[in-house]
């Protein structure tokens, strides 16, 4: 079982930028291939980016430039930078875990955090 955690989110206006973190734990677990999704208001959850246990990444094209993720194995956290936030930014951040990582996709795995909120002003 991995648990996970999100933090980081708020309220910036357009142009801004946030940093959210995605910390796992688990007793038996790495945190593996990680994935960021977004849940817009009215929508559903998408795919932003993702990042595999060696570093590699793939994001969305529209975040493509702006986006950016990372992980530090040693304090088993992933992070996303988002810089240059949009409104249609907005919405609930989620990271999942133990998915399949490819060059251009990554197919969710079992386990979610609770997600934290992105809210950006026009």
């Known amino acids: 079982q991995m648990h996970l955690v999100e933090s980081g989110g708020g309220l910036v206006q357009a142009g801004g930028s946030l940093r959210l973190s995605c910390v796992g734990s688990s007793r038996t677990l790495e945190l593996g291939a990680v994935g960021w999704f977004r849940q817009a208001p009215g929508k559903h959850r998408a795919l932003v980016g993702s990042?595999?246990?060696?570093?590699?990444?793939n994001y969305v094209d529209s975040v493509k430039g702006r986006f950016t993720i990372s992980r530090d194995n040693t304090k088993s956290t992933v992070y996303l930078q988002m810089d240059s936030l949009k409104s249609e930014d907005t919405g609930v951040y989620y990271c999942?875990?133990?998915?399949?990582?490819?060059?251009?996709?990554?197919?969710?795995?079992?386990?979610w955090g609770q997600g934290t909120q992105v809210t950006v002003s026009s």
């Open positions: 999942n875990s133990a998915g399949t990582w490819l060059s251009t996709e990554y197919h969710e795995g079992p386990y």
């Open positions: 990042i595999n246990s060696r570093g590699g990444t």
